[in-house]
């Protein structure tokens, strides 16, 4: 607590020199020069019965570290977290430009409430449930021309029995792109946002110059919502371009709103015409709506087209003419149509990562 105080109110950051700035894009996008270690066959072995940070416990810690030069192993790296088993290794050659690794972590079944009540204030009570992550990854260099060529593994994360409240501010989880917001914003259906989420589960697949979104999925009692597809590896990683389509499937009682086919649902749930994609690149993905779909759906919901009232930007594609009436009418034949107003962005960048952010 006392290294994570605020700073003492009314102080001024000191003001630095100018100077040319280095291209940072550039920097960014190189590999870590080699390291060679001051160490040969030095070992490091640590033993901690319990220790404590506000509501987080961490027993039976046992680690050991190898150092060899370049050559630097953690093996075994294992402890019990809240109750949870939780164990790593790392092999890692820092004496190669990029460096070479191979990690992997197996977690299971981490209670979240203790890490969000400690990490994430004004998350106090809103969060719940258990967390099983594995993760086995290869690879050498960090730069997207490397890993495009050695990057190899896969990595899971699943979320049961939870409840986790959505607010406005934060209305995504983990790192799965679905803007729950947005998605109950567009139906016009605020239950979304009022139910709390229940589950998520995320399956990526690493290899062949691509990162492979198997699945990315949340669950709620009032819907579900999955991006998944193939991320192909740009030179400089951040700007891997995305085409995720995310697929939404409502409770049947939800459904009914927008005039929905409920004899179609599967588990209660029934799936929508896929009216968003997640475009735009790694580094700053961008949502785009398919105003098409959108106004077929809020069409049906106010009882067809013909004599319905539909205000907004939907009202204004359906006034547009025959040809978006036509196309709305191959979409109540269960066609979707995509937008083709597409374009690749480039993003600055990435921002330092914060792992507690995944939380917020």
Do not use: C
């Not at 790593?88 to 299971?108: C, H, K, Q, R």
């Not at 990057?151 to 939870?162: E, K, R």
């Amino acid at each position: 607590d006392l290294f994570a105080g605020k700073s003492k109110s009314g102080t001024t950051p000191a003001a630095t020199t100018a100077s040319t700035p280095a291209p940072a894009a550039e920097a960014a996008n190189q590999e870590p020069a080699p390291v060679i270690l001051p160490f040969h066959n030095f070992t490091a072995s640590a033993a901690i019965g319990k220790f404590y940070l506000h509501e987080v416990e961490i027993t039976n810690l046992l680690a050991n570290l190898t150092l060899n030069g370049g050559q630097v192993t953690v093996k075994p790296l294992q402890l019990t977290l809240n109750g949870a088993p939780v164990s790593a290794t790392a092999d890692l050659n820092l004496g190669v430009p990029g460096w070479i690794y191979a990690v992997s972590l197996d977690a299971g079944g981490i209670p979240i409430a203790p890490l969000a009540n400690s990490f994430v204030p004004d998350a106090n009570g809103k969060y719940s449930g258990l967390i099983y992550v594995g993760a086995q990854v290869k690879g050498q260099g960090v730069t997207g021309t490397n890993l495009r060529q050695s990057l190899s593994g896969q990595v899971s994360l699943i979320l049961t029995n939870a409840s986790v409240q959505l607010v406005a501010s934060h209305t995504k989880i983990f790192f799965i792109p679905i803007n729950v917001q947005l998605i109950a914003t567009l139906l016009n259906i605020p239950e979304i946002m009022q139910s709390p989420l229940t589950g998520a589960e995320v399956q990526v697949g690493l290899g062949s110059g691509q990162i492979d979104v198997q699945r990315a999925e949340v669950v709620s009692p009032a819907f579900l919502g999955n991006v998944h597809g193939v991320i192909p590896i740009a030179d400089v990683l951040t700007n891997s371009p995305l085409n995720l389509p995310l697929e939404v499937s409502l409770t049947n009682s939800l459904a009914t709103k927008l005039a929905l086919d409920t004899t179609q649902s599967v588990n209660g749930y029934t799936p929508l015409p896929v009216f968003m994609t997640v475009l735009g690149t790694l580094g700053n993905p961008q949502p785009k709506k398919d105003v098409l779909v959108l106004a077929t759906l809020t069409a049906r919901a106010a009882g067809g087209l013909v004599g319905g009232t539909v205000g907004g930007e939907v009202g204004n594609v359906i006034k547009t003419g025959s040809g978006v009436l036509s196309g709305l009418g191959s979409l109540l034949g269960g066609h979707s149509t995509t937008s083709t107003n597409q374009s690749t962005t480039t993003n600055a960048p990435a921002r330092s990562f914060n792992p507690f952010n995944l939380l917020r």
